[in-house]
């Protein structure tokens, strides 16, 4: 859009267009999508309203009955498309705007030192909770080297932390019957001179491959954080669920991956509600989770949808004992995340510092390498002087729940 002339603003009220990229893979993310595009509409009334995203491809004809307030909505293999869409309905032609060939180049980036690297589309998976694949299609891999380009491109134009992502990280490359193919992009990825930090976000329990731990141990800049979902850790829910796997496979997971990789930092998801989760195998996740002393944990509650096969399971647990084991789960995480917080004070650690804290105007705002952004916490700088976008070295002087506060101690590590 840049490349045809349009100019760029994070101010939706000042936007003649406005798009909102959606989600639709559970219940929660429908309503939080359409409440977007209902607030955005009450800021700005007379902007061109685009609804992109899987909102579209889930509901095409419903929502577009249903949300009238929206000018044009298109699904995620529209986005091409978007510039001539636009031509076409803004100026009653396809004159105004020259459709460009897009590049790397063009990118705009959003977020201060980071940026996120998707090394695949779609999921191959069959859980039997999940919408994905019917939503987004079978896994299909990006190219290596285009991958590697794209991450030369952003880091060149100032990046340190590269987040790859993807429905199914484990199984990049797969789809083309490519073994190990995820280790050799992490292998490209860390010759990349400028990159402080390369994560890794969603990895499938289930084969996850055995070389990654030697390509972490050897790298200085692949963090040893991996985030993988293990959703539960009953034998009876697993099995229901799809998930090919016992829950001493996980257990086993987690101790190799231990072993492997020196000081090692796990994010998992879990989720509560299940229709064949009673009381015993709820009890067996909050032992686990009690015990495990997994660094990071996201919680949410099973929500039944439609055109799933655990839709004929139907939704014996209800909403509100879902949210009471939902809250109960985070307690028994947050009694760990708090005491290993404050092992921390006094440590002097690196972190990607992102700007002013949406908190306090006083505050600068970051991240710890062990915090992946807007789900581990964040770190709040109370005194130093900092460079946005540049990793420094901070000492951690006070913890708050999830949060940690440090000072700076050291210039950041600008790259030329």
Known sequence: MTAAGFVYTEDASRAEVIIINTCAFIEAAVEESISAILDHRVRNKDAYLVVAGCLPLRYRDEIAQALTEVNLFITPEQISDLVQLLSDSLSGSGDRYKEP???VQDRILTTPGYAYLKIAEGCSRACRY????????????????????????VASRGVRELVLVAQDLTSYGRDRREK????????????IESLKWIRLMYLHPDSVPRGLGKAISDSE????YLDIPFQHISDTVLRAMGRPWKGERIRQLM?????????LVLRTTLMVGYPTEGEKEFRDLRKF?????????GVFTYSPEEGTRAWNLGDPVPLEEKEARAAEIRSAHSKFARKRNRRKLGNIEPALIEGVSEES???LQGRCWDQAPEVDGALYITAGNAVVGEVHEVKITDTHEFDLFAEIVDPPHVHD
């Open 101 to 103: 060939a897009f590049s």
């Open 130 to 153: 999940c919408t994905i694949p019917s939503i987004r299609g079978p896994l299909r891999s990006a190219d290596t080297l285009e991958l590697e380009q794209e991450a030369m491109t």
């Open 180 to 191: 190990g193919a995820l280790v050799r992009l992490l292998r490209r990825l860390d010759r």
């Open 221 to 224: 800049k692949i963090l040893p």
């Open 255 to 263: 101790d190799r991956l231990r072993s492997e990789i020196d000081g």
């Open 289 to 297: 989770v009690a015990s495990a002393e997994i660094e990071h944990v």
């Open 361 to 363: 105007e006083l505050l």
